[in-house]
T-cell receptor
């Protein structure tokens, strides 16, 4: 079946602009996660959604970052007033239930000029 | 989550076995040992996981020390497509929620 998809695959933006990154999880997966990977760095947890529960936002680096998950499916990660240090690969993953194997998408490569 | 220690890099030859070590001396009794790998320009993918007993699947084997303070991911016959960063991750389903905490991982190079 279809895996996790993300769009766009690449995004170039100017400093100060807002960006929206989209994640389509595997159908039926109740848990959805966002991570980011800066150049040469490991993966850093950002936010986690599980069903209708309040999301775990503890990994968001600043209040410029927000995410929502509509209808328990598609998720959008929004970065407001982008900064150059926001340049990274943003990865989305989903799992059938919390704590189960996570399946990752290909990521969105964000470059802030 | 407890910390894991892996070598920064390892090399192998194609069609030979590869043993990727992971130390986790502070592992707790409820920590599962997970392995993910990340191929170039791709998101991570699940490889295998275990708690106490050795595990086998189509991708790899996981050998867990009797005291659980270390484990080894075994690729039985490395191929060029196995070149990736391999991450050893401990997850306590009861207390750590669902996030994966990635370390630096081991960069595996497979020589033809």
């Amino acid at each position: 079946g279809a895996g996790v998809s993300q769009s766009p695959s690449n995004k170039v933006t100017e400093k100060g602009k807002d960006v929206e990154l989209r994640c389509d999880p595997i159908s039926g997966h109740t848990a959805l996660y966002w991570y980011r990977q800066s150049l040469g760095q490991g993966l850093e947890f950002l936010i986690y959604f599980q069903g209708n529960s309040a999301p775990d936002k503890s990994g968001l680096p600043s209040d410029r970052f927000s995410a929502e998950r509509t209808g328990g499916s598609v998720s959008t990660l929004t970065i407001q007033r982008t900064q150059q240090e926001d340049s990274a690969v943003y990865l989305c993953a989903s799992s059938l239930f919390a704590g189960e194997t996570q399946y990752f998408g290909p990521g969105t490569r964000l470059l802030v000029l | 989550d407890a910390k894991t220690t892996q070598p920064n890099s390892m090399e192998s030859n194609e069609e030979e076995p590869v043993h990727l070590p992971c130390n986790h001396s502070t592992i707790s009794g409820t920590d599962y040992i997970h392995w993910y790998r990340q191929l170039p320009s791709q998101g991570p993918e699940y490889v295998i996981h275990g708690l106490t007993s050795n595990v086998n699947n189509r991708m790899a084997s996981l050998a867990i020390a009797e005291d659980r303070k270390s484990s080894t991911l075994i690729l039985h016959r490395a191929t060029l497509r196995d070149a990736a960063v391999y991450y050893c991750i401990l997850r306590d389903k009861e207390t750590s929620g669902s996030r994966l905490t990635f370390g630096e991982g081991t960069q595996l190079t497979v020589n033809p």
